[in-house]
């Protein structure tokens, strides 16, 4: 995972050489946020319940991947709700920290986002893996 570098070197029967370096970056196949999210910015919570976040990832040949560092964090974007869409909220304990779990039966890394002491407003939900990428949602709170 992460960022990797590659030198190659080519010569000909002449004896002529060329050397090229190549960076490249090797990340997770994110498989998107999961239901009760939707990724469009959409999904309505009430505010100081739970709100699960969830995700896959998969290697290149599509295996799950059980074995990733994920940790959350959320900026307020606005004190206005964009969503429009009500989701239902979780009735499970909300996660301490702020590293995702992975669910083994639903192949799955997750989150109990605690919102209490959040006010009403959009959030925007980043999670940052240990690929060094980062992936965003953006969650209304009413």
């Known amino acids: 995972m992460g960022s990797h570098t590659i030198t190659i070197t080519?010569?000909?029967?002449?004896?002529?050489?060329?050397?090229?370096?190549?960076?490249?970056?090797?990340?997770?196949?994110?498989?998107?946020?999961?239901?009760?999210?939707?990724?469009?910015?959409?999904?309505?919570?009430?505010?100081g319940s739970t709100v699960p976040v969830k995700f896959q990832l998969k290697d290149n040949n599509g295996a799950f991947i059980t074995d990733a560092v994920a940790k959350i964090g959320h900026s307020k974007q606005s004190n206005n709700v964009w969503g429009n869409v009500e989701e239902a909220v979780s009735t499970s304990a909300a996660t301490t920290g702020n590293l995702f779990r992975y669910d083994a039966k639903d192949n799955q890394y997750i989150f109990n986002l605690n919102t209490k002491?959040?006010?009403?407003?959009?959030?925007k939900l980043t999670i940052s893996l240990n690929d060094g990428t980062t992936q965003e949602v953006v969650i209304s709170l009413r």
């Open 10 to 47: 080519a010569r000909d029967i002449a004896g002529n050489e060329t050397v090229e370096t190549v960076n490249y970056q090797v990340v997770y196949d994110f498989g998107g946020i999961l239901q009760p999210i939707n990724q469009n910015g959409s999904s309505v919570f009430k505010a």
């Open 117 to 123: 002491g959040l006010s009403s407003g959009t959030y």
